[in-house]
Structure formats: structure tokens, C-alpha cells
Antibody, heavy 128, light 109 residues
Framework: QVQLQESGPGLVKPSETLSLTCTVSGGSISSYYWSWIRQPPGKGLEWIGYIYYSGSTNYNPSLKSRVTISVDTSKNQFSLKLSSVTAADTAVYYC??????????????????????WGKGTTVTVSS | QSVLTQPPSVSAAPGQKVTISCSGS????????VSWYQQLPGTAPKLLIY???KRPSGIPDRFSGSKSGTSATLGITGLQTGDEADYYC??????????FGGGTKLTVL
């Protein structure tokens, strides 16, 4: 079955760029959307953004100016870069597979987007 | 402040039933499908319910989901101590992003 594994530095200095990679094994990265989600200590989940295997992306409006998600289909990997980090970016970062699409009913589109396979998460601390 | 509103905590005795609510708006729940996630202590979230009421393979039918208007509900019957976890709802929002509820901590007394 498909498994995801996050990797990257566990400590990043303030104002620098956080870089993480998610390696997909047991299946192809082609098709599906692939997401990054984070969870600050003791808090809830925050969606960061997604990338489709073709390279199209969408980001959380609150993070959009600092986020870049990219994909390398040859390596079955996708990556996250978050620039100008502060202590508020300290969190567990998860990558996940995200089936997504929509159903049409009448004149309306109803979207579905959910994360069905998650990595175990990696803790990133922002500190000097 | 989360876009979707969940009760911070719920509790019930083993064997009983509990429901967890998730309230949103026409920008999110009202016009899109809801998913639910279970996060056991120290672990990654796990998909419980997708597209309002569908269960992934391997999720027991003790877990159920429903949606009405701009609210969704997760139901858990036959509560077990192993169900103690944080539960999150999530959906697509018209702001072109995924939004989550703040999470609900389930205690099985």
C-alpha cells in the first residue's frame, strides 16, 4: 500500500527557509493531489497547500506569500518550502495524499477533498 | 479561530454512543463534502469518513457521518477506550482552501 515519509531539517533559524520533502512509496505520485498540513504544538490542523502531479498548485491564502510546493515525478517526491519562518511556524508537518474532485448537481459543483494516506509527520522547530 | 466550529470536548462511557458536531457555512460545508479524521495521541491523523458519510476500507461501521445544511456530525457507537482521541472535520472552502475544525477531544470515561 502507499506510504509517505517526510524528511528534512528538524531545526530552522528564524528568517530562513524551511524545506521538507515527502517520498511516496508503494505507488505512483502520478494522479491524485498531494498535500502538506501542519500542526503547531497542542493545536489543531492547518492545511498548507497542495500540488497535483502535473505541477498545478493551490495554497492556503494565509501562507501563500511564503509557500512553494513542487513535485518531482521521477523521484516520486513532492516538496515544501516555507520562507521567512518565525517561531509561529514551529509545528509537526505532515504530507498526505488527497483525492479531490467534484460532483455536478444541477447548476452547482460540489467539491470533495480529503486526505486518505498520511505520513507520520516530522517536527520542525524554528529557533536560533 | 477555526473556520469550522467543533465542541472542544465530549465524553461518554464505554459502550455508549457519542456525536461530534461540525458547524460551518454555505462557503464550505453547505456546498461541499465533509471528511472526518481521528488523531490518536502522538500519531498522525487517520481518515475516518469521506464525502460526508463514506467509510474507507478498514474503518468499522461504529463510525458514521452525516451532513445537513451547513453542519456535519460524526457518530461513534459502542465506544471503546481505544477511541479516545482528537477528532477533526474538514472540507473545501470557497476561498479555494481546505479548512478544518478546531478539533474535539473524546474522553471515554
Amino acid at each position: 500500500q502507499v506510504q509517505l515519509q517526510e524528511s528534512g531539517p528538524g531545526l530552522v533559524k528564524p528568517s530562513e527557509t524551511l524545506s521538507l520533502t515527502c517520498t511516496v512509496s508503494g505507488g505512483s505520485i502520478s494522479s491524485y493531489y498531494w498535500s502538506w498540513i501542519r500542526q503547531p504544538p497542542g493545536k489543531g490542523l492547518e492545511w498548507i497547500g497542495y500540488i497535483y502531479y502535473s505541477g498545478s498548485t493551490n495554497y492556503n491564502p494565509s501562507l501563500k506569500s511564503r509557500v512553494t510546493i513542487s513535485v518531482d515525478t521521477s523521484k516520486n517526491q513532492f516538496s515544501l518550502k516555507l520562507s521567512s519562518v518565525t517561531a509561529a511556524d514551529t509545528a509537526v508537518y505532515y504530507c498526505a495524499r488527497a483525492p479531490s474532485g467534484y460532483y455536478v448537481s444541477g447548476s452547482s459543483n460540489y467539491f470533495y477533498y480529503y486526505m486518505d494516506v498520511w505520513g507520520k509527520g516530522t517536527t520542525v522547530t524554528v529557533s536560533s | 479561530q477555526s473556520v469550522l466550529t467543533q465542541p472542544p470536548s465530549v465524553s461518554a462511557a464505554p459502550g455508549q454512543k457519542v456525536t461530534i458536531s461540525c458547524s460551518g457555512s454555505s462557503s464550505n460545508i453547505g456546498n461541499n463534502y465533509v471528511s472526518w479524521y481521528q488523531q490518536l495521541p502522538g500519531t498522525a491523523p487517520k481518515l475516518l469518513i469521506y464525502e460526508n458519510n463514506k467509510r474507507p476500507s478498514g474503518i468499522p461501521d461504529r463510525f458514521s457521518g452525516s451532513k445537513s445544511g451547513t453542519s456535519a456530525t460524526l457518530g461513534i457507537t459502542g465506544l471503546q477506550t481505544g477511541d479516545e482521541a482528537d477528532y477533526y472535520c474538514g472540507t473545501w472552502d470557497s476561498s479555494l482552501s481546505v479548512v478544518f475544525g478546531g478539533g474535539t477531544k473524546l474522553t471515554v470515561l
